[in-house]
């Protein structure tokens, strides 16, 4: 049934973009909010409990809607909830349709709407970046997929809709704790307790992602790169992982980019982090199918 629903949400995905706009949950900001002013400016030492129910309070409803629904109807209530908690999980902006927009501005010229969108896939103000724009926007593809897309499926497979629903909103909530700390700097304790707590929960999906990606491209170079990015110390978990994403994501994709004209590198890298991706995406729908049939006939 897992699989089945995946498969639903992936292939609805690509046929309701017109509607995504509806699973941005603009709440969840005013809920940090709420929370950061009323439980976040406490000691230190309760930044992790109160990270933890931030967390957990909006997947509470989740989970017992999809225990209530259990096994009805032979299953199709709770097959449906899943699919539309996965639809709602993924994103909030579909990745493949924001690198697509990302290229079509640098094909047509528009800078300004080419920083704008790559704002969006870097989280941050692309100005000034210069030639070193084009690495970043690459990187920010293999970070992103984590983000949106393979850490929603692991959690998905692990504890159901309620997973997925998990994975999102801490990275939702980690998002607005970054934005309202650069804003003014409030609660940043509470901030860096949702980073941690979201860089626990990417961990595992973060490494599968890596050696889907491996896989997906150049494995030699993917692994030189991995090599690398275990060696590095940076400051947290989180950053750990999306530093190896982006290492193995990159060298994966060296080898067919390597070679091409100069002005066509920024839309060519783009294009190819998303087809590693892609890839690697239908890399893990092979191997959940395969766990999933042996499991059956087991």
Known sequence: ???????????????LTRFFHLREPRWLDR???????RLGAGATGTRVPVAL??????????????????????????????????????????????????????????????????????????????????????????????????????????????????????DLLRRRAAFQGARGGMHDS???ALVALHGLLAWIPARLAAVSYALAGSLEDAVGNWRVAVDRATESALDRSEDLLARVGKASLQPSVAGLAPESLDAATARGAWRIVGRATWTWLAVIALLVLVGSVA
């Not at 809920?31 to 002013?37: C, G, N």
């Not at 999809?66 to 299953?75: A, R």
């Not at 047509?108 to 210069?130: I, P, T, Y």
């Open 53 to 170: 129910v931030a967390v957990l309070l909006p997947v509470l409803p989740v989970a017992a809607v999809s225990w209530l629904l259990g096994s009805h109807l032979l299953g199709m209530p709770q097959l449906a909830f899943a699919v539309l908690v996965l639809l709602v999980s993924f994103g909030p902006r579909d990745l493949r349709d924001e690198v697509d927009d990302y290229v079509v501005a640098l094909e047509r010229g528009d800078d300004d709407e080419a920083a704008r969108r790559a704002k969006e896939l870097l989280e941050a103000d692309a100005s000034g970046r210069g030639a070193g724009l084009r690495d970043a926007v690459e990187e920010a593809i293999f970070v992103q997929a984590n983000n949106r897309i393979f850490g929603v499926i692991f959690w998905f497979m692990v504890l159901g809709p309620a997973g997925a629903w998990l994975f999102r909103v801490s």
């Open 190 to 192: 509470l901030g860096r």
């Open 31 to 37: 809920y940090y909010d709420w929370i950061a002013q």
């Open 1 to 15: 049934m897992s699989l089945l629903a995946l498969l639903l949400a992936l292939a609805l995905e690509r046929g």
